[in-house]
Structure formats: C-alpha cells, structure tokens
C-alpha cells in the first residue's frame, strides 16, 4: 500500500514486515483513514474494513491481540483474539502485531528466518519486561536475535516524571542516560528508543535497528498524546509463505 513503511533492517529473506499509517482506509475523522483499533469507538465496520484492506495487500492471516500494557506473549493465532502485549510465530503467512499510537512497537526475528515475533511496549510494559518476555519466546540465543524498533512517541515529545525514571533506573542504572530534564521543574524528557536499546543490550542484543521516528510530530502517524480521541497503526511482521 502506498504511503505504509517498510522496515530497512538485514531480516532473512523469507521474513516479512511493515508499518501501515493513517492512509488507505475508509474511517472517518477523527479516526481517518486507516484506523486498525476496535477498541476506540470507531465505526466497527469501519475497522473491520480497513482490517482486510491490510489481510488483502499482503495475503496474510494477522493474529490481533488486545493489548493491556503487559508483559504476556502468545502464540499468534488467527482464531482467536487474545489478552497479550506480543505473539510469536514460526507459521508462514501468520503476522504478528503490534498496534500503537505512540507506545513503542518492536519486531523479532531470528537469523536463521524461521521464527518471529511482535511486541507493543509502552513505559509501562517496557518497564516490566515485555521484550524480556518477547526475546524469551522466540527460543533462541540472543546473538542470534534481530529487532527492528519501529514509529513511536520521540525523545522531544515523551516529558515524564521522576518515578518512571526511578523505575527504569532501579533495574538498569545505565537507564539514566535515557532522560534529561525538562523545561518543567521536577520532569525528564525520555527517549523510550534509547531505553529499549539498553535493555535489549543488557540481555546480550545489539542487532538493534529502526527508531528515530516520532509519532507526535509526524502527521503520518496516529498519536494519543497528540490527540486523545484517535486511531491505531499497526507494525506487522510474517515468515513468507
């Protein structure tokens, strides 16, 4: 579809990812165009619309979690809609996703291209460990894990304050360098890019690549600090079939 990302990272050939954004869908504003949330109070045959627009381009079979800010990761399954915040796969054609709005999506894959495996990490889910959980699922060494960081809240937009940087900092010191002060007494700004590197590091991952985006600034993109009232984008990752 034009106008969707597709992720410039050394994956196996047979793996398989992308990034939608607002465009190619039927929703209406606030929730236009290509809004992939059900939970958001978009028309529902909107979203269900604009979710085999998505199934259609690639031929696939997504597995669609509802997210709650944890650290669960299944096994992506197509029939049924499960409680997680990751999947995994080692079925082609069966896409792992992440759905977000500035919370951090991250994609796996191992290096012999036989498995992979999505995870939605906010401030909150990154704290308590859902890549942890995520590289834990793929089932292999970490050296040979790849991850692409895909689209979300920036380093100049994310301001937090001081008991999520002790959060972070309580378990990785290192963390620290991840937020600097804001222009507001007593807030940090964070990167959560740079705090998902450094606890990817820290469990023996540097394979790290993508970031750099920010999902309030790029109108591109759905974001709930932006707009509260808004949709949700996917970044989607599949073994070919």
Same mark, same amino acid.
């Given at each position: 579809?034009? *106008? ?149 809240? *920036? ?54 690549? *993508? ?31």
């Amino acid at each position: 579809m034009s *106008g969707w990302l597709i992720p410039d990272w050394p994956a196996p050939a047979g793996v398989k990812a992308c990034v939608t954004t607002r465009a190619g869908g039927v929703s209406l504003a606030p929730f236009d165009s290509l809004n992939l949330g059900d939970h958001v109070e978009d028309s529902p045959e909107a979203v269900s619309e604009n979710r085999r627009r998505l199934t259609d381009a690639f031929n696939i079979q997504p597995a669609w979690l509802r997210q709650v800010h944890g650290v669960v990761v299944v096994e992506a399954d197509p029939g049924q809609i499960a409680e997680a915040d990751g999947s995994w796969t080692g079925t082609p054609g069966i896409a792992c996703i992440a759905m977000t709005a500035d919370c951090l999506p991250a994609l796996f894959c191992n290096r012999d291209g036989t498995r992979v495996a999505a995870a939605h990490a906010g401030w909150r889910g990154l704290a308590a460990g859902v890549l942890e959980a995520t590289i834990k699922s793929l089932g292999v060494a970490p050296a040979e894990i790849l991850v692409w960081l895909g689209p979300a809240i *920036g380093p100049h937009a994310f301001e937090v304050g001081p008991e999520v940087r002790e959060v972070f900092m309580r378990q990785l010191p290192e963390t620290a360098r991840a937020f600097v002060p804001s222009l507001n007494p007593g807030k940090f700004m964070a990167d959560i890019y740079q705090l998902a590197r450094l606890r990817l590091a820290a469990h023996g991952i540097t394979a790290v690549y *993508g970031g750099g985006f920010c999902t309030v600034t790029d109108p591109r993109f759905y974001s709930y600090r932006r707009s509260p009232r808004t949709g949700r984008f996917a970044s989607l990752i599949w073994l070919e079939r």
